[in-house]
């Protein structure tokens, strides 16, 4: 898109679209130094006005229509921080009508994104969608109920009763308003939805009961039903995210599905996501030492990532990279974690990902070292859970003579000693490298963002009002979120009907010079 400098004559690129920027309010922020220097790159949202304004005030009072779009409804009733509803946007380029959560903090940061949308901040049994819709026509209902006692990464605890009845809500408004197409997104193991014990627990011979009997009353409005398990890295999103979808419609049309656009060995690598001006620090010499099970998260990491598969090459060929994840291992020395040229691991709520970065020089000397212990695995939604670990290394010409081989366990990485390194011959693309120094830092949410599908302008770091959002409710905005990616392929394919243009990006504004420009 062009740049223009604000005060020139670019008043045309403010009435096209149902985006709108209203300047004032960036001058004014400026005015009052608001904006901590250096500022790059902001992007800002701000509610439209004129038609799209009056089509989201018939939303709310229900008293006029304004155009055909009105008696096509879209409705996103778990909106959380917004990735079902920009997918929407996607594939249809257009706003989702009515948004709904109970949480406020999620509502702050769908709105920022989707200010045309008419949010409602209560409980989804509450709410009065019927009321809201009025007899319209609502062409497009998205549902993605809380999967957190459904899924199996809840292990042993007890479930939750009153999360698990959730998707009775969509029964519920199904029921009342009758969307043409209705479709839901959850983990697989809702698929074994079924009673509790006295004592929280599933009752594993009625397995599968309470399922049944939600599809059964589904289909006896009149839905057609189909469902499948699918991975969001095989329609090209940088993540491995497997949920089960579910489409219901009863507008006489057949269920679609999308085709992949990936295989297994095309998958998009989450190591282009990564801010590589940034890798964190040492891991040696800090003022407060890494705990011991970071430290054999490195070492396993390094043993797997690094001595053991092709390495992810970054820096020119300096450092070698992957990620660790801070969750249990399942045995002893094993590493949880991922090479970088393979999508993310599902993101849940918790940031537990970090960047590890090995360095790597020319290595002219047999050197002398100890070895690593353990790594890391998925991405979760809490800030400070995922690191990156970036192993320098240095080329290497000595006879290895005192170099650990890699058919044994490596030993423990101290962070006390600066040189107490992991001195293994490695190859990479033929020549002989050894590690010289090893950085950590965590995932940003901004890569957990891109990670998870979302558009890079999306806005995860401040509310409409241009309050910060913080770093713990990014990460899980983005944990709990659907992959945008998915939701534009099942909509394209199901309600392609509905589609009135391409979605528009936030407003992205350059604060870094004198005259303020945007694109």
């Known amino acids: 898109m062009q740049k223009g400098v604000l005060g020139q004559d670019n008043a045309g690129l403010f009435k096209t679209g149902h985006y709108r920027e209203v300047m004032y309010r960036v001058c004014l922020e400026r005015r009052e130094k608001t904006w901590k220097r250096p500022v790059k790159t902001v992007y800002m949202n701000i509610p439209a006005t004129g038609r799209r304004q009056q089509e989201r005030n018939a939303v709310r009072t229900g008293r006029t229509k304004v155009g055909k779009r009105m008696d096509d409804l879209i409705i996103d009733c778990f909106a959380g921080g917004g990735g079902a509803s920009v997918g929407i946007e996607m594939a249809l380029g257009r706003p989702v009508d009515i948004a709904v959560n109970h949480d406020p903090e999620a509502i702050r940061m769908h709105k920022v994104n989707h200010p045309d949308t008419l949010h409602l901040t209560e409980d989804i049994f509450k709410a009065d969608l019927k009321k809201i819709v009025n007899g319209r026509r609502v062409a497009l209902m998205w549902a ?59 009752i594993p011979e009625r397995r599968g009961e309470d399922y049944q009997r ?21 329609y090209g999103a940088p993540t491995t995210r497997k949920r089960w979808y579910a489409i219901f419609r009863r507008d006489g049309k057949d269920i679609r599905w999308p085709s992949p656009v990936r295989t297994k060995d095309t998958w998009e690598p989450c190591g282009r996501y990564i801010d590589w001006t940034d ?37 020119d060929k300096r450092a070698a990279a992957f990620i660790i994840q801070y969750h249990g291992e399942t045995k002893e020395g094993d590493s949880r974690g991922q090479l970088l040229s393979e999508p993310i691991k599902t993101i849940d709520t918790s940031n537990r990902y970090g960047l590890v970065t090995a360095f790597v020089t020319k290595y002219y000397k047999t050197g002398i070292g100890q070895t690593v212990e353990e790594p890391i695995h998925t991405i979760t939604t809490s800030p400070g859970h995922f690191g990156l670990v970036s192993a320098f290394l240095i080329k290497y010409y000595g006879s290895g003579g ?17 040189f107490g390194l992991v001195n293994v011959a490695i190859d990479i693309q033929g020549e002989k490298y050894a590690i010289a120094d090893i950085f950590l830092r965590m995932l940003k949410p901004e890569e957990l963002k891109l990670m998870q599908g979302f558009p890079k302008d999306y806005i995860i770091d401040r509310d409409i009002e241009g309050k910060p959002y913080p770093i713990k409710e990014q990460v899980a905005r983005i944990g709990n979120s659907v992959v945008p990616i998915m939701a534009e392929a099942l909509v394209r394919e ?24 945007f694109a």
């Open 144 to 202: 993605s109920p809380d999967c957190t006692s459904h899924s199996k990464a809840k292990g042993g605890q007890p479930r939750n009763s009153g999360l698990r009845i959730l998707p009775w809500a969509v029964f519920k408004h199904a029921r009342e308003i009758l969307p043409e197409v209705i479709v839901m997104e959850n983990v697989e193991e809702i698929q074994r939805w079924g009673p509790l014990d006295s004592n929280g627990y599933p």
């Open 214 to 234: 939600f599809i059964k009353a589904m289909c006896s409005l009149g839905y057609r039903f189909d469902s499948r398990e699918l991975v969001a890295a095989d």
């Open 279 to 315: 890798l964190g620090k040492s891991i040696f010499n800090r003022k407060k030492p890494l705990a011991e099970a970071t430290q054999r998260r490195i070492a396993n990491g390094i043993r797997k990532y690094i001595l053991e598969s092709e390495p992810y090459i970054v820096k």
């Open 402 to 418: 005192s170099c650990q081989k890699i058919g044994r366990p490596l030993d423990t990485i101290t962070t006390k000693d600066r």
């Open 494 to 517: 199901n309600c392609g009907h509905l589609k009135v243009g391409e979605r528009l990006p936030n407003l992205l504004i350059d604060d870094s010079e004198t005259q303020l420009k």
